[in-house]
């Protein structure tokens, strides 16, 4: 019966809501059909027309009350007050343009600001992987304290292969690979720069993802090293470097040199597991020894760690089990590498397991931005909480001026409730155009973030890539109608509650009751209290920024350049890659406007880090005391084209390198390598000669290397610190060795010069053609961008903070301006009293004065409590600057008083401008 009911009367509703005029018109006709049968009736009886006609009447008791019963009873009466009310609050605000667009802009900047922010929370926090089923997805970590997701091979083969609770394990690369890639087997021009990422055969299945084009990789693609020559395209790479070729299947493409063969396009919006991650192609894993180059051996083992794990979990499978079972496939691999490894420092060892939620796919980068964005996102929350408490004071004004209306219609029979409707309306009106007007804002600010994000990635295909999407137009449409309601109810409830009578005699100064003022003065307080928090963190950030740009560095970055170039993609190996670097280093310092140039393995605050077990001659180990140092390969003049001073000694010669290079491929990774002939030297930083040698000169003593057993190294130099991970860490034991006594298969080219990168880079370019037509400049830049990108969280968080705090301070002056014109009017007439019984001009001043300040001081004192609460909360982005600075929440409490005396300084000169006898007279 319930639903016969409802089946029966949802399409009479719907129809009564999209058809009106046409039931209106029938509703209409209905009832005079019934008034016609009575007044029928009636002349049957005897009455003439009009007796016939007036008894119709009085028996239906009235038509019109009940026609808006019947609409009653379609429940849609709201639909059509709403209709009236937003009709009714255009044509308000129509009336007040000057309101309406101090309003409206006010919440465009606080409801843009938190669109823009939501936007990129979204994309790194909330949305989920446009896969299938990704609520079934987990990826594999160890140490439960402070899970890491990054994985050697060996181990996801065996975990892989020996599951129970999923489905399928899938792994995949954790960094984007440079690549370059041909059309043609030879070319005398270079290869064009991609990006892409490894994964396993069973990557696209196990995460639910489908091809665009032909087809994806699957378990066969994992049999055996180079036994899968596929690549798959991304359907951006596809469209925009083959432009939708559906010919492009079975193409073959060089890969760093080696053929590789299209077997499909990805679906559209996918990227992979890594939510910053944009690769151009996927290659199989069974294929990074060919495209790399360099042998299976070297990346399948247990000391390289450099993928990520994540697995679909089958339904009902328990989570504690899973665990259980991938962490005892972790002890059975790292029980057999002990029976085959001489040196236990080598093994590697996974502590418990835990398997982390994988909807939302893991990326560094997202991880990096986790923090900072919630911190934003309260930050333009509060910001938003002020201007609607400023707007709620402007809404009080108007309620005030409107005071006769609303007596007008309450005497005349509305109801409260009614005209409390109504005020409403008008506020969410207002909150609504003011969140259209903030979607661009929302468009600019996210425009702002995408540019700091992107300076954290060096690839221009990596980013966090956030849209004003459907579900950002939905979060904005909440957000505007809570906004409305937030500062529209108590304007709207004040406003229904005037004193009748003085209201309608118009007399709204004298009729103007306490309550409205104390409500309007506590919301002043309310957002100087807000304010002081905002304004104390900004400080918190700003002297942070300053403190890491006032940092030593131990280099001089202004002026240098760093370009990447990486021949052994391209087949070069051990000697071969040596003389290509030092040609090219050669060519490269004879360019015009270049200084000086040398090579490097490791350039500073690159993210890249080199950690060895030492032995130091003459020192002995104190208990628990770490033997490790960070160690580098430089070139000859390395540390002179950095800008680092040489304290004592020397920096490297080209004698100091070995005459002969080992092959890397031939290397096993965790094995001492064959010892090149040749002097054996070292330079040392000033924190490893301070640790080692505190009473003596380290020149010519030596340092032994776990790396290269048995050979030690003679330490020629000692040169100043330098921060080369990490600005926030403190300076480590840091060992430097001559470049080629690692045999690497790559190095940075370092270039000091008076010309900019953009100048430079086509004569780097002519030099790398010369050498070999094929190989790509990967990358040049200057070196200020990488200490840049160190800091880049901190720029983005002061200067967001910085500019969110100015503009509450903005609007609590203004709001408290408004409250203080408003008690100033209100007093007029009692200021003229006290100026005609003798007071002075001062200390009239001084009683508007103290009325702001007492609000000031009061908001402060709240707010203080809330700064020291709140600022607890980001002392892990703080540097050189404790959480309870004084000298920040100083500046705070000072850029307040100086708002308040600003935004009282006007209404307190009218005051004190005001002539007795006018002021007497004012009612």
């Keep these: 019966m319930r639903l016969e009911h409802w089946l029966y009367t949802i399409p009479l509703r719907l129809r009564s809501l999209f058809r009106q005029s046409q039931v209106e018109r029938e509703l209409a006709e209905e009832f005079e059909f019934h008034l016609e049968q009575r007044i029928a009736s009636e002349i049957a009886s005897g009455a003439t027309p009009e007796q016939a006609r007036y008894t119709a009447l009085q028996a239906m008791q009235g038509i019109e009350q009940h026609k808006e019963d019947c609409r009653d009873m379609r429940r849609l009466n709201w639909v059509e007050n709403l209709m009236r009310d937003l009709q009714y609050a255009l044509r308000a605000l129509a009336k007040t343009p000057a309101f309406t667009a101090v309003t409206v802009a006010t919440l465009a900047l606080g409801i843009g600001a938190n669109t823009a922010i939501f936007s990129f929370v979204d994309t790194v926090l909330l949305k989920l992987l446009p896969v299938k089923d990704p609520l079934q997805l987990y990826l594999v970590a160890y140490h439960p304290a402070k899970p890491h997701t990054t994985w050697n091979y060996p181990d996801y083969v065996a975990m892989r292969n020996h599951n129970t609770q999923f489905t399928g394990l899938a792994a995949y690369s954790l960094s984007l690979s440079t690549f370059g890639l041909q059309t043609a087997a030879s070319t005398q021009q270079a290869a064009e720069i991609t990006y892409g990422i490894f994964v396993s055969g069973n990557y696209f299945d196990v995460l639910g993802a489908t091809p665009a084009l032909g087809r994806l990789f699957d378990a066969q693609d994992d049999r055996a090293p180079g036994a899968a020559p596929y690549i798959v395209l991304s359907y951006s790479y596809w469209q925009s470097r083959f432009s939708g070729d559906t010919h492009v299947i079975g193409r073959k493409l060089w890969i760093n040199g080696y053929p590789l063969f299209v077997v499909g396009v990805a679906a559209p919006g996918f990227t992979g597991a890594d939510v910053a991650f944009r690769p151009d192609v996927f290659i199989p894993i069974m294929m990074r020894g060919q495209v790399m180059h360099f042998p299976f051996e070297r990346w399948n083992n247990r000391k390289n760690w450099w993928m ?16 259980g079972e991938l962490f005892a496939v972790c002890k059975d691999q790292e029980a057999a590498e002990r029976r085959t490894t001489s040196d236990p420092r080598w093994i590697s060892t996974a502590e418990q397991i835990v398997l982390q939620p994988g909807a939302r796919g893991y990326s560094y980068l997202a991880d990096t931005l986790h923090k900072p964005l919630l911190i934003l996102f309260v930050i333009v929350g509060l910001v938003l909480l002020i201007a609607c408490a400023n707007i709620a004071n402007l809404m009080l004004a108007r309620g005030a001026a409107r005071q006769r209306e609303i007596a007008v219609r309450l005497t005349l029979g509305a109801s409260r409730g009614r005209i409390v409707s109504q005020l409403l309306t008008e506020s969410v009106l207002i909150a609504v155009l003011g969140g259209l007007a903030g979607l661009v804002f929302a468009l600019l600010g996210t425009r702002v973030l995408a540019s700091f994000v992107q300076e954290m990635s060096w690839a221009p295909v990596m980013g966090i890539r956030a849209a004003v999407d459907a579900r950002v137009f939905g979060f904005t449409l909440a957000i505007c109608i809570l906004t409305g309601l937030l500062f529209g109810i108590a304007p709207a409830l004040q406003s229904t509650r005037p004193d009748l009578v003085p209201a309608l005699k118009e007399d709204v ?217 990490s600005l926030r860490d403190t300076t480590q034991p840091m060992v430097f060795i001559p470049i080629w006594r690692v045999a690497p298969q790559s190095a940075s080219l370092i270039i000091r010069t008076t010309a900019s990168s953009t100048q430079i880079a086509p004569l780097l370019r002519r030099e790398i053609k010369a050498l070999d037509p094929v190989i790509p400049l990967r990358k040049i830049h200057p070196l200020t961008e990488d200490v840049d990108r160190m800091i880049l969280i901190e720029r983005l968080v002061a200067t967001l903070s910085a500019f969110f705090g100015a503009l509450a301070l903005l609007l609590s002056a203004v709001g408290l301006y408004g409250v203080v014109a408003y008690t100033v009017t209100r007093r007029t007439r009692e200021i003229g009293i006290r100026m005609a019984v003798g007071a002075a001009r001062s200390s009239v001043l001084w009683l508007v004065f103290r009325e702001s300040f007492g609000m000031i001081l009061l908001g402060a004192g709240l707010g203080a409590i809330a700064a020291f609460a709140a600022t607890r909360l980001v002392a892990s982005f703080l540097f050189g600057v404790g959480t309870h600075d004084p000298l920040s929440i100083a500046l705070a409490a000072l850029a307040l008083a100086f708002s308040a005396a600003i935004a009282s300084l006007l209404p307190a000169q009218r005051a004190a401008r005001v002539d007795p006898l006018v002021a007497l007279r004012y009612e």
């Design 308 to 323: 990520a794990i994540i697995g679909r979990l089958k339904p009902g499978a328990s989570i504690r089990k899973a665990e």
């Design 509 to 725: 100064p004298g009729s103007t009751g306490s309550s409205r003022v104390t409500l309007r003065k506590a919301l002043v307080v309310f957002q100087v209290g807000l304010s002081l928090p905002l304004l104390t963190g900004a400080a918190l950030f700003a002297r942070t920024l300053g403190n890491f740009r006032a940092l030593e560095l131990g280099f001089a970055p202004e002026n240098v350049l760093i370009a990447s170039i990486d021949p052994a993609q391209f087949g070069y190996n051990g000697q071969r890659v040596r003389n290509f670097f030092d040609h090219l280093r050669a060519r490269a310092a004879a360019l015009p406007g270049v200084r000086s140039a040398a090579l490097a393995g490791m350039t500073p605050l690159s993210g890249s880090s080199w950690n060895d077990i030492i032995d130091v001659e003459g020192y002995t180990w104190k208990s628990g005391e770490r033997k490790t140092a960070w160690v580098d390969n430089v070139g000859p003049g390395y540390f002179h084209t950095l800008g680092t001073p040489v304290i004592l000694g020397r920096e490297f010669v080209e004698q100091d390198n070995p005459t002969t290079t080992m092959e890397p491929a031939r290397l096993k990774l965790g094995e001492p390598p064959p010892d090149a002939p040749g002097r054996h030297v070292a330079v040392v930083n000033e924190t490893f000669a301070r640790r080692f040698f505190p009473n003596r000169s380290p020149l010519g003593m030596h340092v032994h290397l776990t790396f290269q057993s048995p050979t030690a190294y003679e330490i020629v130099g000692v040169v100043k610190d330098a921060h080369y991970y």
